[in-house]
């Protein structure tokens, strides 16, 4: 009988924090909203009980994307907000000739992007513009350039010759014929920013997805972590990995997202400054920390450097994680990640479980 008893008041409990459940669930809603922005379908879903502030919130978060976006446009059209505004434009212009002040967030990620540039002893480099005109992988046809050209655009190579002046300001490119190229920074950066948008608006559960460029905020409507899933860099529609995730970034560089077919190779866009050819190392890397800009940085630095090197560099780096499958099949990862990621290594893939 108090058996009964007590299982019936089981049930009760049971019922009740189900109903409870539904009513929250009907109380919260979603809105999500998809643009096309830097070169990529960014994709930005909040929860909260307000619809019209759902909505506000993800404008101003639009609105704070499309303005790095613009700031940082290397090939802006005539007669767009960017044509008038980049500040990447203006710098590249006057390379060799003089300082060019520049918005904060610019300043902000050539600081990022100089920082990481010698701790990655110069993998990372986002003067690499005048090589990654020559391979033309924005353009309609992207070409293996020839060995003498990539020789002469590699001297325009190298962020010593990046000047940032945090106290006045200003950015110079010190020889003429230099290019900045924010490809492996802004899509990162502004994402964090359109996240700090979303928070200023009272938004607490928010997920920004710009093309494999993952941010969350608090943990997911369930609250439980996301689950963010890890692309097989060989099969399109396979999962590497399913991360565990919680207010948070999560980026992953590829070298099947954006490449060209020639003589029977495989020609990808992340390119190693030293050779100036496409680096070869991994397949896919994934950098998680905190900050989504400090992310793209890192998901960029860690495809260049040799798996072991990349892990090393991450171990060192507070509050950094990595996950990366190397070129020859093999999948690693930093020992942080340990019971929030789900490993399913599928064919021509070996999991070191050591690590
Ligand atoms: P994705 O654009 O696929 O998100 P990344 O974040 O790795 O990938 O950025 C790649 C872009 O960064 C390239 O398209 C190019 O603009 C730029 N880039 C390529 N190689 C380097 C490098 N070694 N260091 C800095 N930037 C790079
Ligand atoms: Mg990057």
Known sequence: MRKQRALFALVCLLLGAVSAGLLLGQRTREYKSDQFLMDTLVSI?????DADKLREAVAAAYAEM?????????????GTTAYRISDVCRINEQAGLKPVSADKDVIA?????????????GAFDVTIGPVMDLWGFGRNDP???????????????????????????TVFLRKAGM??????????YATEKAIQALKRHGIEKALIDAGGN???????????PWRIGIKDPRKADALTAVL??????????????????????????ILDPRTGYPAAENMSVTAVTADAGLADVLSTVFFVLKPEKALELAEKLEGVDLFLVADDGRILHTPGLRGRVEVKAGEGYRHDQGR
Do not use: C
């Open 45 to 49: 879903r909040v929860y909260g009980k």
């Open 66 to 78: 499309h303005r790095i976006a613009d700031l940082a446009d290397g090939f802006p059209q005539p």
């Open 109 to 121: 990620m050539l600081t990022l992007a100089k920082k990481y540039h010698s701790l990655s002893e």
């Open 143 to 169: 070409q293996v350039p020839p060995p003498g050209r990539l020789g002469e655009a590699l001297a325009l190579v190298g962020s010593k010759d990046l000047v940032v002046n945090e106290r006045e300001q």
């Open 179 to 188: 290019k900045l190229d924010l490809g492996a920074v802004a899509k990162g």
């Open 214 to 224: 993952i941010r969350v905020l608090g943990k997911s409507r369930r609250d439980i």
């Open 244 to 269: 565990a995730l919680e207010d948070s970034a999560a980026v992953t560089s590829g070298d099947y997202y954006r490449y060209f077919e020639a003589g029977g190779k495989r020609w990808h866009h």
